[in-house]
Each structure stands twice: as C-alpha cells, then as structure tokens.
T-cell receptor
Framework: KQEVTQIPAALSVPEGENLVLNCSFT??????LQWFRQDPGKGLTSLLL?????REQTSGRLNASLDKSSGRSTLYIAASQPGDSATYLC???????????FGDGTTLTVKP | EAGVAQSPRYKIIEKRQSVAFWCNPI?????LYWYQQILGQGPKLLIQ????????DSQLPKDRFSAERLKGVDSTLKIQPAKLEDSAVYLC????????????FGSGTQLSVL
C-alpha cells in the first residue's frame, strides 16, 4: 500500500526567501507525481505534474523534482511572496487508470 | 473553460439523517472522482468513475455511502445515515482520461454532522 508523507506539516518564512517542500512515498513504482495548492475553503489546484520518466518540471517560480529510487520529490519555490501562502499537497499515482494517493500537505505562511 | 461544479457549498445535518452532494465535471471529462478530506489531512479517494462505470470503490463505506454517475456526466454522492465522523469536505475531481492527465477539483462541499 502506497503511503505519502509530507514534512514539515507547517512552515513559516519571510517574504523573498527561497524554500523547499518535501514529499516522500513508500512504493517507487509510480506512474506520475503531482503537486497541488489548496487555499482555505477551496478545492485543489494542480501546480506541476512529473511523469515517472522525468526528473523535474518547472513553471514560473516553481520547480518540482522527482527521485523515484529514493521515493522523494521536492517542490522548490523561489523568491516567496505572501500570495504563496497556502497548503501544498503532493499526490502519487501508481497506474494511469488508478487513483492518486495524497500526503497530508505542508501549510506554508509567507510573512510580509 | 468552466471548472468542476459542486453543490451545495455547505451542509449541516444531524446524525442519522441523509444527505446528497452533486458534481458536474468539466465537459468531456471521462474520469470522475469523489474524495473525502478531513480537516488537516489529505484527500482520500471514495470512488472513481470512468464514464458511468465504477473503477475503484474499495474505500467507500458501502453500508452508508452510495454514488452514481448517470449517462457518464453528472454524479451524486449520498450518505445515509450520516455519522459524526462523516464531517469533512467532499471534493469532486475530473480528468480527461488521457495519459498523465492533470486533475481538476471543485470547491467541495463542507459537511458538518451534529
């Protein structure tokens, strides 16, 4: 059974800092890994999707990496802004038709 | 492009009552998911549909939860009777059904069972 862990559960940083969020998974036989953002009282928004054959994906100030052999992914946020404050979740999919297994998320607060 | 629509936005009921949630996925999306998200936790899959067929309902408490997706479009999730531990946000997501698809989520229904 796939288990996904995100540490730390919460993170507070000053504006402008570069930061890394971590995601680890127990079964390295994955199809893809997706990073989401969730604002309070809202649904999830997909940020980046990394296919199992890829090592990283970039979108603007976000960069996600994937190391299947060690069961880890990181989400790097450059030059953080108060608008980046949200909960960030990672989700792992074992097969194309299968379900996504989510971590419990890291709640990020960026202080002005 | 319209997103995933869910209603109601909030629902408060007493235990042992019944409740139903509705989801309208993005037009043309073949895959539809219902997730339960308890406060402070990540979403947990309840049921996955491909068109109007069930792909995975292994974590759906079938003694009290039911779901259907008529004509492969809209979907409803029902709880009867509700328990206190069913208090959570119920999220609907849809995907195009293609390889390495991104998931699109609705805003969810926040259920409080008193």
């Amino acid at each position: 059974k796939q288990e996904v862990t995100q540490i730390p559960a919460a993170l507070s940083v000053p504006e402008g800092e570069n930061l890394v969020l971590n995601c680890s998974f127990t079964d390295s036989a994955i199809y893809n890994l997706q990073w989401f953002r969730q604002d309070p009282g809202k649904g999830l928004t997909s940020l980046l999707l990394i296919q199992s054959s890829q090592r990283e994906q970039t979108s603007g100030r976000l960069n996600a990496s994937l190391d299947k052999s060690s069961g880890r992914s990181t989400l790097y946020i450059a030059a953080s802004q108060p608008g980046d404050s949200a909960t960030y979740l990672c989700a792992v999919k074992r097969t194309n038709a299968g379900k996504s297994t989510f971590g419990d998320g890291t709640t990020l607060t960026v202080k002005p | 492009e319209a997103g995933v629509a869910q209603s109601p936005r909030y629902k408060i009921i007493e235990k042992r009552q019944s409740v139903a949630f509705w989801c309208n996925p993005i037009s043309g999306h073949a895959t539809l998911y219902w997730y339960q998200q308890i406060l402070g936790q990540g979403p947990k899959l309840l049921i996955q549909f491909q068109n109007n067929g069930v792909v995975d309902d292994s974590q759906l408490p079938k003694d009290r939860f039911s779901a259907e997706r008529l004509k492969g479009v809209d979907s409803t999730l029902k709880i009867q009777p509700a328990k206190l531990e069913d208090s959570a946000v119920y999220l609907c997501a849809s995907g195009a059904g293609r390889a390495n698809e991104k998931l699109f989520f609705g805003s969810g229904t926040q259920l409080s069972v008193l």
